[in-house]
């Protein structure tokens, strides 16, 4: 898995429905989160480029199979990502 856009790690952790998770917020009031991985190689506090390797899909937390659960924030609110990945 790779970092869509340039930022700073916030979680590289754990959580019980999302499994192993990173989350990165960007300097615009963005932040994305990468959920079910199977392993992560970034850790909080980190700054990563648009590209950079953060981790691999997998299927740790509550789901039925490998998969990426992906989301974006603005200001703390989850927005539809087809609108910025298109």
Request: glycine share 16%; net charge negative.
């Amino acid at each position: 898995m790779y970092a869509t856009r340039a930022g700073v790690v916030t979680v590289a952790g754990w959580g019980n429905a999302a499994g192993n998770y990173v989350q990165i917020n960007h300097q615009d009031g963005f932040s994305s989160i990468y959920m079910h991985l199977r392993d992560y190689c970034v850790s909080a506090g980190q700054i990563v480029s648009a590209g950079q390797l953060i981790g691999a899909t997998g299927a740790t937390g509550i789901t039925t199979g490998d998969h990426l659960h992906f989301g974006i924030s603005y200001a703390g609110t989850y927005v539809n990502p087809l609108a910025y990945i298109l």
